[in-house]
């Protein structure tokens, strides 16, 4: 018959299992228990509403979910052996979006030991990060004297594919450490999808990543992501700007400069602009995103980005260097010193007044601020040579 969950209809994927006497209290059971919880968390996810049904088979239990989010089957030894792995098939399994990641309280990471759980050997059909469909995933893992390794992580799907592999592991504190490549041929739709907040469009994309996290798989965070990351982007498009675009990396949409303060950039930015190359280094740490190389090339201007953001407070500490394309300096616009650019661009600006210019060559921005509201303020200026 059901049996009803005493805890308020909620079960937990996460410290709950770190009990060696619930496991083993599997060996001793037969027959047939179903269960409907009301909300499945796994780590800080919710999978929502879930109806399972646990059938004893010889030396395993066979594990029926159902819901939502999650249709599938788990195979679990019987004995309770942490040392054979838990085999999982899934038809479909939708995985919450970015929300709670932008969330201003921090959620503890899971204390669960990698050493006390069993390796797992799972194949998902469908799989949804947010909206982001992700198509087949792979995840392969075995014992090691640490807790995980995991060997294999993949997923694919016509135009998006991640390849990987890891480790989940107790040495001193409980971390998961992963290497991932990325390519995607249409990187500013899939990042929106799955919840990033991004000032882009279209992008051909190559991402590789070496980072770490405290707690388990599921507790990955920006916030707390130490490591490195390497990327490029080409063909692509940063669009007008709006509140809080570029939350990836904290990076400024270059739109997000004041028109007042980017004299005629219309040749350059005009509605959107459109780059050739993004490349970049960016260094990870606790929260803190840095380069010191990132580049866009675009036949309307070169900008170089250098700096760091803060990916929990949301906050900005960066230089945006504008250098315009070929053949193309950037004109001075209005009545100089007596007009509306000469009134609000400050000191920084004011050489430019001092005798006349036909133009630019380059232009550099402190950006300071949060995402939501941006300070943008030109510090250098450099005219044509004549």
């Known amino acids: 018959g059901a049996a009803e969950d005493p805890a308020g209809q ?31 968390r796994v780590g800080r996810s919710s999978l929502e509403a879930v109806q399972m049904a646990l059938d004893r088979e010889k030396r395993y239990w066979r594990l029926n979910v159902h819901g939502r989010r999650l249709d599938g089957t788990l195979r679990i030894v019987a004995d309770g052996s942490v040392d054979q792995p838990i085999v999982a098939s899934f038809k479909h399994l939708y995985w919450p979006g970015l929300e709670a990641d932008t969330a201003t309280a921090v959620t503890p990471a899971s204390t669960l030991s990698p050493k006390r759980v069993p390796p797992f050997h799972f194949a998902i059909d469908d799989f949804r990060y947010g909206d982001l469909e992700m198509g087949e995933v792979r995840w392969i893992s075995h014992k090691s004297v640490y807790g995980l390794e995991i060997e294999q992580l993949s997923s694919r799907r016509d135009g998006l594919e991640i390849v990987g592999d890891g480790r989940w592991i107790e040495d001193g504190d409980i971390r998961t450490q992963m290497r991932l490549r990325m390519t995607d041929r249409n990187l500013g739709r899939s990042l929106n999808e799955a919840g990033f907040d991004l000032a882009l469009e279209r ?15 599921t507790d990955f965070a920006l916030r707390t992501l130490d490591g490195e990351l390497d990327l490029e982007i080409t063909d692509g498009s940063i669009p007008e700007a709006r509140p809080g675009a570029g939350r990836i990396l904290g990076l400024v949409s270059l739109n997000s400069i004041p028109r007042r303060l980017r004299l005629d950039f219309s040749d350059v930015f005009g ?14 740490d606790g929260g803190i995103a840095s380069t010191e190389d990132l580049k866009i090339d675009a036949p309307a201007a070169e900008v170089e980005i250098r700096g760091q953001t803060d990916l929990h407070n949301q906050t900005y500490d960066q230089t945006i260097t ?25 000191a920084a600006l004011q050489q430019l ?25 030109p510090v250098r200026v450099r005219p044509v040579e004549p």
């Open 10 to 40: 909620q079960a937990g994927v996460g410290p709950e299992l770190d009990k060696p006497d619930q496991v083993q209290a599997l060996a001793g059971l037969s027959g047939r228990l179903d269960l409907e919880v009301d909300q499945l």
């Open 203 to 217: 992008g051909q994309a190559s991402i590789t990543l070496a980072g770490s996290w405290q707690g388990g798989p």
């Open 271 to 284: 509605e959107g602009f459109g780059f050739d190359r993004v490349s970049g280094h960016f260094q990870l």
């Open 322 to 346: 504008v250098k315009p394309g070929f053949g193309s300096a950037l004109p001075i616009i209005g009545a100089l010193a007596g007009g509306p650019v000469g009134a609000v661009a400050g």
């Open 353 to 377: 007044f001092s005798k006349p210019l036909k133009g630019i060559s380059e232009i550099q921005y402190a950006v300071t601020g949060t995402w939501e509201n941006p300070v943008i303020e």
